[in-house]
């Protein structure tokens, strides 16, 4: 056996730890996702003989978008000031019906993230910016009525985090970025969500979703201040907020509508 593992491993079939990054990529996510889809729909049909009916569909949604960190918030309101702050999530969804009530669902969605800032004697306009490739699973508890409730985690893959900054009433017109700050980002998240939505059906299997869902982080993104001042670092941390470190979490709640197909009994209630 141990000639064996060794032998693989020569192979590269085991990708090292330090190869994760490479493997994350924009463009293995999406052959990843599309792989785990098949997957996803392979284990979903060898169960809805058992259950109540499979469901599939497609989601969007526009989210408030906010991104907290204890020194930010606790930093004098002229220098930094959280502003309210917009992204959006779309993607493809899939459910199993144990039973009438009970189900699970999972979702794939891209989405986009943004925290604006600004102060209250400076007023600049400062932004983080990054893509998420977002993977919610879901406990759905459903009335007769088509009204749910859902509960569950989010794992996130981020990508592509950019920090910018303008200053327009300055003397002289101060412009930077969006800069590319992903080294200062961390690199994937998980999350908690909720929701509360109904089903309505339209005829033919079909269904519109309509929602609002709310989740936010448990893992430490990390990241930058409204200034761009990179959190992470000690000599930041000592200069401005008293050599104390603080977690960054993620916040969001967004109206979803959907279009989903049901096939199974569920279909026919």
Same mark, same amino acid.
């Given at each position: 056996m141990?000639?064996?593992i060794?032998a693989i491993m020569? %192979? =590269?079939?085991?990708?090292?730890?330090?190869n994760?990054e490479? /493997?994350?990529?924009?463009?293995n996510i999406?052959?990843?996702?599309?792989?785990?889809?098949? /997957?996803?729909?392979s284990l979903?049909?060898?169960?809805s003989?058992?259950?109540?009916?499979? %469901?599939a569909?497609?989601?969007?949604? *526009? #989210?408030?978008?906010?991104l907290?960190n204890n #020194?930010? $918030?606790?930093?004098?309101?002229k220098? %930094?000031?959280?502003?309210? $702050?917009?992204?959006?999530s779309?993607?493809v969804?899939g459910?199993?019906?144990?039973?009438k009530?009970?189900g699970?669902e999972m =979702?794939f969605?891209?989405?986009?993230?943004?925290q604006?800032?600004?102060?209250d004697?400076?007023?600049?306009d +400062?932004?983080t910016?990054?893509?998420?490739i977002e993977?919610?699973?879901?406990?759905?508890?459903?009335?007769?009525t088509g009204?749910?409730l859902?509960?569950?985690g989010?794992y996130g893959l /981020?990508? =592509?985090?950019?920090y910018?900054y303008?200053?327009?009433? +300055? *003397?002289v017109?101060?412009?930077r970025g969006?800069?590319?700050?992903?080294d200062k980002?961390a690199?994937?998240?998980?999350?908690?969500?909720i929701?509360?939505?109904?089903?309505?059906?339209?005829?033919?299997g079909?269904?519109?979703?309509?929602?609002m869902r709310f989740?936010?982080?448990?893992?430490?993104l990390?990241g930058?201040?409204?200034?761009?001042?990179?959190?992470s670092?000690q000599?930041?941390?000592?200069?401005?907020y008293?050599?104390?470190?603080?977690?960054t979490?993620?916040?969001?709640a967004?109206?979803?509508?959907?279009?989903?197909?049901?096939?199974?009994?569920i279909?026919k209630?």
């Open positions: 141990r000639k064996f060794i020569k %192979q =590269n079939l085991f990708t090292p730890l330090d994760l490479k /493997i994350c990529s924009q463009k999406f052959y990843l996702t599309g792989f785990t889809l098949i /997957i996803a729909a979903l049909s060898s169960f003989a058992r259950g109540q009916g499979l %469901q569909g497609v989601k969007g949604s *526009l #989210n408030s978008t906010w907290f #020194n930010v $918030s606790d930093a004098a309101a220098y %930094q000031t959280y502003v309210p $702050s917009f992204g959006q779309y993607g969804s459910a199993l019906y144990f039973s009530v009970i699970v =979702n969605l891209y989405s986009t993230h943004r604006k800032y600004t102060g004697s400076a007023e600049y +400062a932004e910016y990054f893509n998420v993977v919610p699973l879901l406990l759905k508890l459903k009335s007769s009204a749910y859902e509960i569950g989010v /981020i990508s =592509n985090v950019t910018s303008e200053d327009p009433d +300055a *003397l017109d101060i412009v969006p800069n590319d700050i992903s980002f690199k994937n998240t998980l999350d908690g969500m929701g509360l939505g109904v089903d309505i059906k339209i005829g033919l079909l269904s519109l979703t309509t929602a989740w936010g982080s448990f893992t430490d990390k930058v201040d409204a200034l761009g001042r990179d959190l670092d000599v930041n941390l000592d200069l401005y008293n050599g104390k470190y603080q977690p979490h993620s916040a969001s967004g109206f979803l509508l959907g279009l989903t197909y049901s096939i199974g009994k279909a209630d």
